[in-house]
């Protein structure tokens, strides 16, 4: 993959929640790549299938669950599916969002509260059930880490998509609370906000009209866009022994799009 792979995450027993696509399935083979053995677990199950076994035919140790994350009873099932496989947890990166949302999340006067209602249930609700469901196992563990995919909009402050910014900001507070909460107990907890990614599936789907991309190349301080792996590098490191003195924090990925 180029990055000069280290074993860091060797023995590790990662769950990647949102793994079948974009930027949870680069996730899942960064993660194998450095070592660790990773459940991916997605609300579309063929996806995650198809994830975990391009990790297997590589030689990974790889496994998909499926799971909804606005269903408790499907995130427990989830997680006992996972845990059986693992045997244990080591990490988790909680990476699901209904991105078809987004494009009806117009502003405060005419969004549909139906669309405001959806992404708290997937973005704050959702994310607050995986992570209840995960600490029991890292707390077992003696210690273990929680990394959130946030987004610049939580701090960007856009004229549109109010409540995709409202949820991430409130993913933010419950990853810092997470952090303080249990800190002392071994247990990290951090988010990664990425800025515009052009995840393989949009570079496929051809929907992304070049004057788009071009704009917001603008708009950052870098010689291209994201891609899913640049994100992946940091989820790694997160995750990795290399991130256990980093807590409560909200990485910026964004090729310089926000100074912050």
Not at 3 to 26: D, P, W
Not at 35 to 62: F, I, K, Q, S, Y
Not at 128 to 157: E, F, I, N, Q
Not at 217 to 229: D, F, P, V, W
Request: some cysteine.
């Amino acid at each position: 993959m180029g990055h000069g792979m280290c074993n860091r995450l060797r023995g590790k027993a990662i769950m990647v929640i949102g793994a079948g696509t974009g930027i949870g399935a680069a996730t899942v083979a960064r993660l194998c790549a450095e070592g660790a053995r990773v459940c991916a677990a997605d609300v579309n199950l063929p996806a995650a299938e198809a994830v975990a076994e391009r990790m297997t035919a590589l030689g990974h140790d790889a496994f998909a669950v499926a799971i909804d994350i606005i269903d408790e009873a499907s995130v427990q099932a989830a997680f006992a599916d996972a845990i059986a496989w693992l045997g244990g947890l080591d990490g988790v990166h909680v990476n699901a969002a209904d991105l078809r949302t987004i494009f009806a999340d117009s502003n405060a006067l005419e969004v549909d509260l139906a669309v405001f209602d959806r992404t708290i249930a997937v973005n704050l609700r959702g994310h607050l059930l995986c992570t209840r469901a995960a600490l029991p196992h890292l707390l077992a563990a003696r210690g273990g880490a929680l990394v959130y995919t946030s987004s610049d909009a939580c701090d960007s402050g856009e004229p549109e998509r109010p409540s995709y910014a409202m949820s991430k900001s409130g993913l933010n507070g419950l990853m810092r609370h997470v952090a303080s909460r249990w800190g002392r107990q071994a247990i990290t907890a951090n988010a990664v906000a990425p800025g515009f990614v052009m995840t393989p599936e949009m570079i496929a789907g051809g929907q992304v009209p070049p004057e788009w991309i071009d704009h917001c190349i603008a708009q950052t301080r870098s010689t291209r866009l994201g891609k899913a792996e640049d994100i992946a590098g940091v989820v790694a490191m997160l995750l990795s022994e290399d991130g256990r003195w980093i807590n409560g924090q909200v990485f910026h990925v964004n090729g310089g799009a926000l100074l912050h």
